[in-house]
């Protein structure tokens, strides 16, 4: 019963999150008037087909592995187009329109996270506040002075020129430890320092800082909070506390939310490059579908929160300036808006086969790492 659960609940996640950005980029092109041949949710054979009034083709196949969108494009060796399509063609398009086109479905993920989020938070959803445990002995914070009970209720990012005790550099109050373990991986990521308002439990203010020089280094097998000693207390029953927003402060908060995760996101990534992110940490559809189980299991909101950071996970992904990739289209328009002249289409394909090797090496290692972490004994 609970591998059906699971199975269903990475169904339904993966079909919400396909769709929204495929959507995106039909919503963009019927904007700019490019005609869609075919809006497709799966592979292989069709399971249900429907022509719509626009003379799209609506399919859902049998492999609910993806999706696409087929638009009218001249450079298709296959489409024919007619005279009086031609106005529709995305080929004929400018340069704007068919990056917008292009960059539209990831930015469909970006969206449906904030509408995600934003839903958690008019709502209502339990917050642990932001008091600290004892630090280990060796931590920064045991260092800073840091105790059991210290709640935090203000950070700040440091600049090398900025002084944290000026008014104007004002703190962010921080709301709970979701809120303050967000702001603690920004810094950290990023390696840049940042200042704590500490209030401690006989109610008086301090200001602790962690200089960019002092932060662990974001390794493989490295637990960074652990160095830092910053944990919630969880012990005696913590004080939860419900965070509910009115719509328009909602939407402002999850747009905080989406671009720090963004951020943080952004440089694990890089991190793969640069090899202070492990490559075990990429995760394939065993990890998806683990993740989606469990999280619907425990509510609904930890379910739609799950789908907001999985889209936005998306949505940086199809970024990435790989051919094959919405990325890698945008960096041929790049291309064309610096030199005024297309990329040759023998090199395309060429980089095209040369992505398309690289993609099936990551799709293998994420399985490989999936099997690792459910299937070997």
């Known amino acids: 019963m609970q591998a059906l659960s699971t199975l269903l609940a990475f169904l339904v996640a993966l079909g919400i999150l396909v769709s929204f950005h495929e959507f995106g980029h039909y919503f963009a092109a019927r904007c700019c008037g490019v005609k869609v041949l075919r809006f497709a949710l799966g592979f292989g054979k069709p399971l249900f087909i429907f022509h719509d009034r626009h ?109 944290v005790d000026d008014p104007a550099n004002a703190f962010t109050s921080v709301v709970s430890w979701n809120a303050l373990r967000w702001y603690l991986l920004d810094s950290i990521t990023a390696h840049t320092g940042f200042a704590l308002q500490i209030e401690n439990a006989r109610g008086g203010k301090s200001t602790v800082r962690f200089l960019s020089e002092q932060l662990p280094e974001v390794k493989p097998k490295t637990d960074v909070f652990r160095e830092l000693g910053l944990f919630p207390l969880v012990a005696n029953s913590p004080q939860w506390f419900e965070l509910q927003l009115a719509p328009l402060p909602a939407m402002a908060y999850a747009a905080e939310r989406v671009w720090l995760i963004t951020k943080v996101s952004s440089r694990m990534m890089l991190g793969l490059v640069t090899g202070s992110t492990s490559l075990a940490q990429i995760g394939g559809p065993l990890s998806i579908a683990d993740m989606a189980g469990k999280s619907a299991q425990v509510g609904w909101q930890p379910y739609l929160a799950f789908l907001a950071l999985l889209s936005i996970s998306i949505g940086l992904l199809n970024l990435i300036p790989i051919p094959m990739l919405d990325g890698g289209q945008l960096l041929y328009d790049a291309w064309e808006l610096l030199s005024g002249r297309r990329l040759p289409e023998a090199l395309q394909a060429v980089l095209q086969k040369s992505s398309f090797i690289l993609l099936t090496f990551l799709m293998l290692l994420a399985l490989f790492n999936d099997f690792q972490r459910y299937l070997s004994p």
């Open 55 to 163: 003379q799209t083709e609506w399919v859902i196949a049998l492999l609910p592995l993806g999706g696409y969108v087929k638009l009218l494009n001249g450079r298709d060796a296959e489409q024919t187009i007619s005279i009086a399509d031609q106005a529709s063609d995305f080929e004929r398009k400018p340069l704007w329109q068919r990056s917008l086109i292009v960059a539209a479905g990831p930015l469909a993920n970006f969206v449906l996270a904030l509408l995600l989020l934003s839903v958690i938070y008019v709502s209502g959803v339990p917050q642990l506040p932001a008091q600290l445990q004892t630090p280990p002995a060796v931590s920064l914070a045991a260092k800073a002075g840091l105790s059991a009970g210290d709640r935090v209720i203000g950070w700040r990012s440091l600049g090398n020129e900025e002084n």
